[in-house]
């Protein structure tokens, strides 16, 4: 079998002879050949030279042409803000405050399509016989987010059915934009729906299920398997993603594998992850990349189970760390090995890391633990919303990002005792975790802490 043919029977549920393997490389493919991640995501040429190059160093069975959740809502009138080493991220929102106006038009032949559409031909001619290409597509409620702003978090309740005409119609973007990969040789779609990890069960059902099948079932006639792909805590809605109509799941660290297999298996479904991206394989050692690499396959058994990390690989990505990996889903004797012989890790304390006095502090102080807000949705949104709320205490607040990708955002997120990404703590306590709270919420919670501060004033 090849590669790709591993990878995909897995997808489909069955039994294979080794762990299938995919490296979600994104803008890491632009580090590899020594460019940015803005001059990698605008080039097809570049996009061939990365994923080529990711192929020779980590042997995958699958990869994605981009991982970029913005070229959609590029394309639909988002202002963009690019950086040297993440996708560009979503600054300005076309239908914020005009939630029932008329829906910008959309056109798969504009913005950053050709690029995408011309890496992808050429890759299938070059590398499409060994490794399946996943043609990634952004969820119905993560792009109906990007063109509403957090706003729609207020609107779900205040104007549910003017939300639903959103989310509906970004499904059929999503439609459009998977005949588009699909039209260019993609083996599967995904569908990337991070933001869905912020709303409850009960608003999953109500906004996303109808419509996320929606986009399922047009790519299932035309005969290309599925992959409901959701990164941050959704252990809350891992029942309601499984009862969706996909046949595979995929998550990050903060789900428990075990539990996402029983449930998946449950469901007929195949699913994914969860390799640690920051902690082991952006931090850690190759050591640390072996060991979690074993846990995951451990878990995950050789039935309808595909290795992964829970997200795009941070650009800086070691690329021992990744090739230690590949070590362990090609070699069964060195699998072995390493379960004896790859010691338990050690916990570091990060006494180093000074955080504030908070009850000596004259403001209020809000720490936001993030992946990376510029290139993390769910992150990216939950600053804007503390930010959005600071702006109505004026300098009374004072926020601080701590971004996980970092040995210093590391050490803060354990000194903090913060166990899920994102959250928002207030001098020093953990009040949202992995939650996006409307803006009257957290300008209360706010308020609140400032008036203690002020000594019940």
Not at 41 to 46: A, F, G, H, I, V
Not at 208 to 217: E, K, L, R, S
Not at 402 to 424: C, F, S
Not at 427 to 448: H, N, Q, R, Y
């Amino acid at each position: 079998m090849t590669g790709k043919d591993i990878l995909l029977t897995a997808l489909r549920n069955g039994r294979t002879p080794r762990p299938a393997w995919i490296p979600f490389v994104g803008v890491h493919g632009g580090r590899i050949i020594g460019r940015t991640a803005q001059e990698y995501l605008q080039s097809d040429e570049l996009i061939v030279q990365g994923l080529t190059r990711a192929c020779e160093l980590y042997q995958p069975d699958g990869l994605p042409v981009v991982f970029d959740l913005q070229i959609e809502a590029e394309v639909l009138g988002c202002g963009m803000k690019w950086g040297d080493q993440t996708p560009p991220s979503v600054i300005s929102h076309p239908l914020a405050g005009r939630l029932s106006g008329d829906l910008p038009a959309f056109d798969a032949s504009r913005g950053r399509f050709p690029v995408v559409g011309r890496a992808l031909d050429t890759l299938k001619r070059e590398i499409g016989g060994e490794v399946a290409l996943y043609g990634l597509i952004t969820g119905p409620f993560t792009l109906a987010l990007h063109l509403v702003g957090t706003n729609i978090f207020l609107e779900m309740f205040n104007d549910p059915d003017a939300v639903r005409r959103v989310v509906a119609f970004c499904a059929e973007v999503g439609c459009r934009t998977a005949d588009f990969y699909i039209d260019h040789g993609a083996d599967v779609i995904a569908v990337v729906d991070p933001m869905t990890s912020q709303i409850s069960p009960a608003h999953f059902r109500e906004f996303v299920t109808d419509h996320v099948n929606t986009v399922f079932d047009h790519i299932r006639a035309r005969g290309i398997p599925t992959s409901l792909f959701v990164c941050g805590n959704a252990t809350r809605n891992l029942e309601n993603m499984c009862a969706t109509r996909c046949d595979n799941i995929s998550v990050d660290e903060n789900i428990d594998l075990a539990k996402l297999r029983d449930l998946a298996r449950a469901a007929g479904k195949s699913f994914g992850g969860n390799l640690k991206l920051t902690t082991v394989l952006l931090l850690g050692t190759e050591a640390d990349a072996k060991r979690d690499a074993i846990r995951c396959i451990d878990i995950g058994g050789q039935d309808g189970f595909i290795l992964a990390p829970g997200c795009d690989l941070p650009f800086q990505t070691p690329e021992d760390n990744l090739q230690a990996v590949a070590r362990m889903v090609h070699d069964e004797y060195q699998r072995n090995v390493a379960r004896h012989t790859v010691g338990a890790a050690s916990a570091e304390s990060f006494e180093d890391v000074r955080l504030p006095d908070y009850s000596r502090e004259d403001r209020v102080i809000v720490d936001v633990v993030t992946l990376d807000s510029a290139s993390c949705a769910p992150c990216q949104y939950m600053v804007n919303a503390v930010e959005q709320a600071a702006a109505k205490l004026g300098d009374q607040v004072v926020i601080h990002e701590h971004k996980i990708t970092t040995r210093a955002g590391l050490g803060a997120m354990t000194r903090l005792g913060v166990g899920q990404i994102p959250t928002i703590c207030i001098d020093g306590e953990v009040k949202f975790p992995s939650i996006i709270p409307d803006i009257s919420t957290l300008v209360a919670a706010l308020e609140e802490k400032a008036r203690q501060k002020r000594g019940g004033a």
